[in-house]
């Protein structure tokens, strides 16, 4: 009984109200656009690392381009179950477009974790030049807010898989 309501929850997932998903597009766009603002503002100010504020504008850029080619008609199924004829398209427009911030955000490792911690003395001796503490730590803490997120939704993956497994071994049906 209880598995086949929950098989039943899967296939027919019940949808969130159209507010609930306009302000979850909303608060998805936040991040992006912070990026692309802190990058564009200190673009000339990390001469230790002068890709990190490209870095934020180009991954703000195109996270807000995945957000928006979420919303477009095509990238949804038709209400009576076909295939929309541009789906195909918008799907893999969207994969080589994740693809690249994937790539995209490795490089950006790199470039972040590479000098940590930067001198942020702009007017100093010393030998090393500096890089804009705002813009660093900003793209340090967005860049491990990434894997903190990873780790969190691995983290509640692997306990709705345990819970989905002890359900499943506990239910008397299964022997019928």
């Known amino acids: 009984m209880l598995r086949t309501n929950l098989m039943g929850r899967i296939q027919n997932p019940p ?10 597009k909303v608060l998805t766009a936040i991040l992006p656009i912070a990026q692309i603002a802190v990058g564009a ?17 180009v991954v703000g850029v195109f996270s807000l381009i995945v957000a928006l080619l979420a919303c477009l008609p095509c990238a949804k199924e038709r209400e009576d179950g076909t295939s929309n004829p541009l789906s195909w398209i918008c799907r893999t427009w ?18 972040i974790y590479s000098i940590y911690e930067p001198n942020y003395e702009k007017n100093t001796t010393h030998p090393v030049p500096y890089c804009n503490k705002t813009l660093y730590l900003f793209a340090f803490w967005t860049t491990t807010l990434a894997y903190i997120l990873l780790g969190v939704f691995f983290v509640c993956g692997c306990l709705v898989l345990i819970c989905a497994c002890l359900c499943g071994i506990a239910d008397p049906d299964d022997n019928v």
């Open 94 to 111: 969207n994969s080589l477009i994740s693809f690249f911030i994937f790539c995209w955000f490795i490089a950006g490792n790199v470039w």
């Open 41 to 57: 503002k200190y673009l000339d100010q990390c001469p230790q690392q002068h890709y990190i504020p490209i870095y934020l504008i």
């Open 15 to 24: 949808q969130p109200p159209a507010s609930a998903l306009g302000i979850s």
